[in-house]
């Protein structure tokens, strides 16, 4: 299993241009989320999907869509790029089981607005 | 003030010692998750925490419900575990303990 994939690893964008980050889980999860990741902060959930068909807003949404194209996907767009848009986005997975609900992490995506 | 709040931002130790950092929160709970990030940027889950104690290894991880607490101890510490450790709960995330051990 590749468990979470994330794409691009690192992108540049200018300001107002937009893009999709991409995320994908191969372990069947029910739940996924997109979190951003500053310095000195702790991440910070933007978007995240409890199950196929259904997005919720986290704590920071504003300046974001997401969609759960399929279970397997989970896709963060930035419509008009922003320089506070600069961080580093994490997508995750979850599962519940008898000890309790495990996140996994995908390896991130660094974005760079100027 | 932050829901989630670690302590302390930075450790520093040497290898063999024993580690502890703390978290403190003040947001309702269903579960305190601790995950370890490592120098390259990938995160790991460590623990889920509703009660009580649980041990992985050399990791331990404790939590009291009424203080609103929990520690995080790391016996016989290795370089290896130099990390950042982060505290969360209910997807509210700590700003993360940079540890590093020193052989």
């Known amino acids: 299993n590749a468990g979470v994939t994330q794409t691009p690893k690192f992108q540049v964008l200018k300001t107002g241009q937009s893009m999709t980050l991409q995320c994908a889980q191969d372990m069947n999860h029910n739940s996924m989320y997109w979190y951003r990741q500053d310095p000195g902060m702790g991440l910070r959930l933007i978007y995240y999907?409890?199950?196929?068909?259904?997005?919720d807003k986290g704590e920071v949404p504003n300046g974001y869509n997401v969609s759960r194209l399929n279970k397997r996907e989970f896709s963060l767009r930035l419509e008009s790029a922003a320089p506070s848009q600069t961080s580093v986005y994490f997508c995750?997975?979850?599962?519940?089981?008898?000890?309790?609900?495990?996140?996994?992490f995908g390896p991130g995506t660094r974005l760079l607005v100027l | 003030k932050n829901e989630v709040e670690q302590s302390p931002q930075n450790l520093t130790a040497q290898e063999g010692e024993f580690i502890t950092i703390n978290c403190s929160y003040s947001v309702g709970i269903s579960a305190l998750h601790w995950l370890q990030q490592h120098p390259g940027g990938g995160i790991v889950s460590l623990f889920m925490?509703?009660?009580g104690k649980k041990k992985h290894g050399r990791l331990i991880a404790t939590i009291n419900i009424q203080e609103k607490h929990s520690s995080l101890h790391i016996t016989a510490s290795h370089p290896r575990d130099s990390a950042v450790y982060i505290c969360?709960?209910?997807?509210?995330f700590g700003a993360g303990t940079r540890l590093t051990v020193k052989p």
């Open positions: 995750a997975s979850s599962v519940v089981d008898r000890s309790g609900e495990t996140q996994y």
């Open positions: 999907s409890a199950s196929e068909g259904t997005t």
């Open positions: 925490l509703s009660s």
């Open positions: 969360a709960v209910d997807m509210r």
